[in-house]
């Protein structure tokens, strides 16, 4: 077993870059079909994977410094407990063309998994915050049946 933490064929795979381009960091990111795993650290290893049917949204970033080397940050929003459901992915190169590769691969986990985004937009607490119009008369106003 080597130092390759993901599971199935790998889409995509990069070491997280300094400013200047080089790949002097010890952070992995690897993309594969069902998953996105992160391996940071050379002393004290963290490894982290997400299942990509778990993304929501996914965002780049660029400051002027990233933009004049070629790089960008990317933020992944995922309802993941062991990222705090952020994901970031920084320094990375041809971020577009990843953002669209990892969008891809989340909406064919998605489709295999049978999960849609709307199961994801409740607040986690179990309560549903939707309204429901049974509880509202012809005004509008809410009606708790008193």
Known sequence: MG??????DVIWTQRKRNWCRTPFTFTTYTLTA??????????????DTTKLFRIVDITIERTLLQRLFGLSTIIIDARDQSSGGQIVLKNVIHGFEVRKELQYAVDAARSVNRVSTREFMDSGDGIDYGR?????????AYDDGR
């Open 34 to 47: 069902d998953e996105l795993d992160v391996k940071t650290g050379v002393l004290r290893q963290t490894f």
């Open 3 to 8: 130092s390759n933490m993901a599971d199935g």
């Open 132 to 140: 429901d119009d049974a509880d509202y008369g012809e005004s509008g």
